[in-house]
């Protein structure tokens, strides 16, 4: 059923002599073109299929006019393009490109569309533990953590000898009665305080939880379940985590060092640490003064808490000046002397962790994985696992088909005003869906490009 367009012209300032008219009568056309790259990299990671069987559909089959996947496919690539709100379904569902990706171009009713509206979305996003009379879709969510982690795994064409890693929480702005809602003392607003897991570019854990919390809580659930899933497939490779200093409890340090798994924490200072570090720090200090530059020293320390902590760590100590004032910091890691020095391990490995910051400003800003305004936790959790793929989907696009272009190492955001948001006519014959893209884009090349890579991956 085609939308009805409000058919209201809009006069703009003559051009040559004509006049310029606008309206919304263009018939089957879409802004969104380019997401048929997101459909071709779906198909060579099977990411919806597999997300949507995560859900069981307790919905009467001779009734049900939208599956799951049709469902799933719609809120991951809606919110991949920037469609955050369901209400914007309903002119969406007479998207053509968004039938295309969904493979059906009509509806069996007369009184729908290919895809579906807000409200179908809705009760989706509202799935149970269990289905109930009003809400016949449920999901499974340690089914959504397992996936996360799979297909970081196939992302890789053997397995690698060592990985980071970064676990990292952030906060979630509400500003509702929403279901776990608390005051953060730090962020200095109610909010949520969702755990992040990165590899790389890659997301592996996306875990909602109350503010009211100490920042690692859950971490060490989270650290064991993911390392369990990587060792089955990577038995040999070695895991590294890496967390500022709000993960450096004793309990998360301790299971580490019996599970084989090796850590690279911040250390908050103290009076002890710093006393510690006193002559470094006056080097350092006199060289500033000196040179009028920034200047560091480093050292290796033996270092216990004097009751948190079982045993004793080794703790790489930077005595830096820098703007006029002396500057400590401290890492505490389980990695050996002879593995990496210190200057080395604080520098590039430690320092390394800033840019899983760039990774969650992607998820929350381009992907709105902040947009958690459901009453209850168990639906925003579903918003956030729904963020968290469209995240992993346009990841993949940038690994398979952008690799030595100039949108090779792009952000999320970017790649879809360059590469998604392209205009087109498109024409459905008997024989073929003909979809003319604009002919002015300035990133055809680049979309070129990436259609023969994702055709070459599929093969």
Not at 59 to 75: C, D, F, N
Not at 99 to 123: F, I, Q
Not at 322 to 329: C, E, K, L, Q, S
């Amino acid at each position: 059923m085609p939308t009805e367009c409000n058919l209201e012209q809009y006069a703009f300032a003559r051009v040559d002599g004509r006049q310029v008219i606008a309206g919304f009568d263009g018939g089957r056309m879409s802004s969104d073109s380019g997401a048929l790259l997101l459909g071709q990299v779906d198909r060579t990671i099977k990411l919806v299929d597999r997300f949507a069987r995560c859900f069981t559909d307790g919905r009467s089959a001779a009734r049900i006019e939208h599956a799951v996947s049709t469902l799933v496919m719609q809120r991951v690539v809606g919110i991949a393009l920037g469609y955050e709100d369901l209400n914007d379904h309903d002119e969406l569902r007479h998207d053509p490109i968004m039938a295309v990706l969904a493979g059906k171009l009509e509806a069996s009713r007369a009184d729908c569309a290919p895809v579906a509206g807000k409200s179908t979305l809705n009760r989706l996003e509202l799935s149970r533990a269990e289905a109930t009379r009003y809400h016949k879709i449920s999901y499974d969510g340690p089914a959504i953590e397992r996936l996360l982690v799979d297909l970081f795994l196939e992302a890789h064409q053997g397995p690698p000898e060592q990985i980071i890693l970064d676990l990292d929480a952030t906060d979630d702005p509400l500003h509702g009665e929403q279901e776990g809602r608390f005051f953060h003392g730090y962020y200095g607003h109610y909010c949520y305080l969702p755990l992040y897991i990165f590899c790389g570019d890659h997301l592996l854990v996306a875990k909602l939880r109350p503010s009211n919390i100490d920042g690692a809580a859950g971490a060490l659930e989270e650290v064991a379940r993911v390392v369990a899933q990587i060792r089955e497939r990577w038995p040999d490779t070695q895991i590294v985590l890496r967390a500022d200093s709000g993960f450096a409890r004793d309990g998360l340090m301790a299971w580490c060092e019996a599970h084989g798994v090796d850590y690279v924490f911040g250390l908050a200072r103290n009076g002890r640490l710093t006393r510690e570090i006193q002559a470094e720090l006056a080097e350092a200090r006199a060289e500033g003064e000196r040179t009028g530059q920034p200047a560091r020293r480093f050292k290796e320390l033996r270092y216990a808490t004097l009751d948190s902590w079982t045993r004793s760590r080794r703790v790489i100590a930077k005595a830096e000046w820098t703007h006029g004032d002396d500057n400590p910091r401290f890492i505490v890691s389980s990695l050996a002397l002879a593995e990496v020095d210190g200057r080395h391990l604080y520098e590039a490995i430690y320092c390394a962790r800033g840019d899983m910051e760039n990774r969650i400003k992607e998820c929350q800003l381009d992907l709105f994985a902040d947009r958690t305004s459901s009453h209850t936790m168990r639906a925003n959790q579903l918003r956030l696992w729904f963020a968290s793929l469209a995240y992993v989907l346009v990841c993949a696009l940038r690994r398979l088909a952008l690799q030595g272009t100039r949108l090779a190492a792009a952000s999320c955001g970017t790649i879809r005003l360059k590469l998604l948001k392209i205009g087109a006519l498109v024409r459905i014959s008997v024989r073929r869906i003909k979809i003319a893209m604009a002919s002015a884009c300035p990133y055809q090349r680049e979309f070129g490009a990436a259609h023969a890579l994702l055709a070459q991956a599929a093969r």
